[in-house]
């Protein structure tokens, strides 16, 4: 099968498009044939291997999965002896194993049906983005309706995401970005929006009840002072954490949390709990904004446009 395969790390010139095997059947998983696959910022950590504790996980020198990629939707062509829940035809998408290929090795409880709403486009750039979102403002930033949410990175893949849950769940959304793209984050459903060239959240007026902080790298400092005395803030992303642990703020802010009256918590993402995103996209409340999509053999392209900050959304590679 055609793949794109990465033997070592370093810039989007590592992946190389080859031919290699299929992934052999195993008892408790599914053989996906991809349709697409979705592009995010996690990809770009695991290509680079930075930070270096990642390699810890997927590799030292080299990946131990030398095909990239994660999100996938695509129907299912195999299923394993111990998989009760899906059969072979049926549309899926979630989270497999790479996935920047014509056919993707995945666990059953990662997968869902494919909402009929959904192309297989817009259904590979969900899984982890989406669930990224509604993990950080749900599960961990308990957001409940009438709060005033400031959602920075509200863009990019994470964000266009979370802008929609935000609004779902009742919530006044303020979205920061840059100043191109503002109209493009009303156009999500936020009630306002910052220039972040411009003008600096933490000195408005009003506050914030529950802050989603997925770029720029705000200091603690600048995130405490735009929360309300007992808000909360959940730090999900931002590239200065470091490249040996990569999470140094994420970890200040658990640290500094016991000893002030406001909440700053670090995200871990799950990986389960697509069925929540099928109720909103089944309700039209959450529609994935995809910019583009590429060919698998330019994959490294779509990689090289989602490194020079001009995405709106998420990107995808079609198989």
């Known amino acids: ?15 190389q498009f080859a031919e290699i095997a299929r ?3 195993q008892t408790d998983r599914v053989v996906v044939k991809v349709h697409a696959a979705g592009l995010d910022r996690g990809t770009w950590h695991l290509m680079t291997g930075v930070p270096y504790a990642a390699r810890l996980a997927f590799g030292l020198r080299t990946p131990r999965n030398p095909v990239p990629g994660r999100d996938v939707a695509g129907v299912v062509v195999e299923v394993g002896d111990k998989v009760t829940h899906f ?28 909402p009929a ?11 982890i983005s989406g669930l990224t979102a509604l993990n950080g403002l749900v599960d961990v930033g308990r957001i409940g309706a009438g709060q005033n949410v ?4 509200a863009s990019g893949g994470v964000g266009t995401y979370a802008v929609q849950i935000a609004k779902a769940f009742g919530a006044t959304v303020t979205g920061v970005a840059s100043a191109g793209k503002l109209d493009f984050v009303k156009g999500l459903g936020a009630d306002d929006v910052i220039d972040y060239d411009r003008e600096d959240f933490a000195d408005r007026a009003h506050q914030f009840d529950l802050i ?27 590239e200065d954490g470091g490249r040996v642990t990569g999470i140094g703020r994420q970890l200040r802010a658990v640290a500094l949390s016991p000893f002030t009256r406001q909440r700053l918590a670090m995200l871990v993402a799950k990986e389960r709990g697509l069925d929540r995103l099928n109720e909103l ?19 490294a392209d779509a990689m090289r446009h989602l490194e020079s900050g001009r995405v709106r959304g998420k990107l995808v590679v079609t198989a």
């Open 150 to 153: 400031l959602i920075t990175g």
């Open 117 to 127: 709403q959904l192309s297989f486009e817009q259904a590979a750039a969900t899984p």
């Open 212 to 238: 989603l902080d997925i770029g720029g790298s705000p200091s603690l400092s600048r995130l405490r002072r735009a929360l309300t005395p007992r808000g909360t803030a959940v730090i999900a992303g931002g």
């Open 87 to 114: 059969q072979p035809g049926d549309a899926v998408y979630g989270i497999a194993e790479g996935s920047f290929a014509e056919y993707a090795s995945a666990l059953p409880d990662k997968l869902s049906m494919k």
């Open 23 to 25: 992934p052999s059947l």
């Open 281 to 299: 996209i089944v309700r039209g409340e959450l529609v994935p904004a995809v910019d583009r999509a590429y060919p698998l053999q330019d994959a």
């Open 1 to 15: 099968m055609s793949a794109i395969v990465q033997r070592g790390y370093g810039t989007a010139d590592v992946w």
